[in-house]
């Protein structure tokens, strides 16, 4: 039986490490184990320019203790007023490696997001034109629409359209949630990845509502049913090179989640590496950890991988934090429900 593995150092591909008080307790709990990540610019306000993206890079670094190494992957919130040159120019720099698609209201912090597709045309024109990446929050913000159906609604109705309108255009569906999402993905050749985060390979919409509700399972995209959770645990497991891990790690304090109306978002950073671990171990497919979340991320963006390593080693059962302190108050840390055996040593 394996109980030691040495992957590439990994990456993630989708994270939330917020600004002030807040980053500075997140930071290291990604930067201990993940070499770089590609940051979301949802801030209050977004990141919306080349000069803001740069201005938070410098602050993530600042806030980077001694010691640590960590790679910040800038993106853009893409609005209805994005300038195309602006956003060519901060990826030429190399400072920008994806722009990221909100529609409006979908999500936290969502509402400079777009409303009418056809407005930004020019940019993701541009946007096939120079290979710059677009990261979609893959959710309809219709009304009318039940909130476990917006990520399929969203593939039909908005994402398929803007694809086929738009050749040549790299997408990456953020945080799939469903066995529609794989399959769309599946389905198409080129230009295409998804990010899969560690809680949407474990949890299912049980987990939230059943014996009492469960604030720190719920985030956006809302978990689904068993049958879409263990869909995408074939998928991350399953080898195939479009699949990588994005953990959208999204930190809120308690009190923000603990209310009547809580925010959206787990908080996985600081486990994240023994839970992957422990699913890919479940399903047999320990040797797909590291295409998993170290190879095939950097191959869809055209990175190379990092020629640092990190070993796990398989024991008794892994113990973390319940909580980290932040200035701000305490984040709860994902609790899967069961025991982690893989801890990164
Ligand atoms: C994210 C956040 O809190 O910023 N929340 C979440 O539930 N995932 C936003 C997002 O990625 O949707
Ligand atoms: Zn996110």
């Known amino acids: 039986m394996t109980d030691t593995l040495t992957l590439r150092r990994p990456?993630?591909?989708?994270?939330?490490?917020?600004?002030?008080?807040?980053?500075?307790?997140?930071?290291?709990?990604?930067?201990?184990?993940?070499?770089?990540?590609?940051?979301?610019?949802?801030?209050?306000?977004?990141?919306?320019?080349?000069?803001?993206?740069?201005?938070?890079?410098?602050?993530?670094?600042?806030?980077?203790?001694?010691?640590?190494?960590?790679?910040?992957l800038m993106t853009l919130y893409l609005t209805e007023d994005t300038d195309p040159d602006d956003m060519a120019a901060a990826h030429a720099s190399g400072l920008v490696k994806a722009v990221k698609l909100y529609p409006a209201g979908a999500t936290t912090n969502s509402a400079s997001g777009v409303r009418d597709f056809d407005k930004v045309r020019p940019v993701l024109e541009r946007m096939a034109e120079i290979g710059l990446p677009l990261c979609v929050h893959g959710e309809v913000t219709d009304a009318e629409i039940d909130i476990f159906d917006r990520e399929v609604v969203f593939?039909?109705?908005v994402l398929d359209p803007i694809r086929k309108a738009t050749p040549g255009l790299r997408v990456v569906m953020e945080h799939i949630t469903t066995r529609d999402g794989v399959e769309y993905v599946r389905a198409n050749e080129t230009d295409l990845g998804a990010t899969i985060t560690a809680h949407h390979l474990i949890i299912n919409r049980n987990h939230i509502l059943v014996g009492g509700i469960k604030p720190h399972y719920y985030c956006l995209p809302v978990a689904k049913r068993e049958e879409h959770r263990k869909a995408l645990v074939d998928a991350a497991t399953s080898?195939?090179?479009?699949?990588?891990?994005?953990?959208?790690?999204?930190?809120?304090?308690?009190?923000?989640?603990?209310?009547?109306?809580?925010?959206?978002?787990?908080?996985?950073?600081?486990?994240?590496?023994?839970?992957?671990?422990?699913?890919?171990?479940?399903?047999?497919?320990?040797?797909?950890?590291e295409g998993?979340?170290?190879?095939?991320?950097?191959?869809?963006?055209?990175?190379?991988?990092?020629?640092?390593?990190?070993?796990?080693?398989?024991?008794?059962?892994?113990?973390?934090?319940?909580?980290?302190?932040?200035?701000?108050?305490?984040?709860?840390?994902?609790?899967?429900?069961?025991?982690?055996?893989?801890?990164?040593?």
């Not at 307790?25 to 080349?50: D, K, Q, S, W, Y």
């Not at 603990?258 to 497919?285: I, P």
């Not at 909580?323 to 893989?342: A, C, N, Y």
Request: glycine share 8%.
């Open 239 to 289: 080898g195939d090179e479009r699949f990588f891990l994005g953990t959208d790690s999204a930190p809120h304090t308690d009190a923000n989640k603990e209310m009547a109306c809580g925010c959206a978002g787990c908080f996985t950073a600081t486990n994240t590496m023994s839970l992957v671990a422990e699913v890919f171990d479940r399903a047999g497919a320990l040797d797909k950890l």
């Open 11 to 72: 990456d993630d591909w989708h994270l939330h490490l917020r600004d002030g008080a807040m980053l500075q307790a997140v930071l290291p709990e990604t930067a201990r184990h993940f070499a770089r990540a590609i940051i979301m610019p949802n801030l209050v306000p977004p990141v919306v320019t080349g000069a803001q993206a740069a201005s938070y890079r410098d602050r993530i670094l600042a806030a980077l203790p001694d010691g640590m190494s960590f790679e910040p």
């Open 292 to 345: 998993f979340t170290s190879v095939n991320g950097p191959r869809f963006y055209r990175l190379p991988v990092n020629d640092q390593t990190i070993t796990l080693q398989k024991g008794e059962p892994v113990t973390y934090p319940d909580k980290i302190e932040t200035r701000d108050g305490p984040v709860t840390v994902f609790d899967p429900g069961f025991p982690l055996h893989w801890r990164v040593v």
């Open 155 to 157: 593939i039909d109705r």
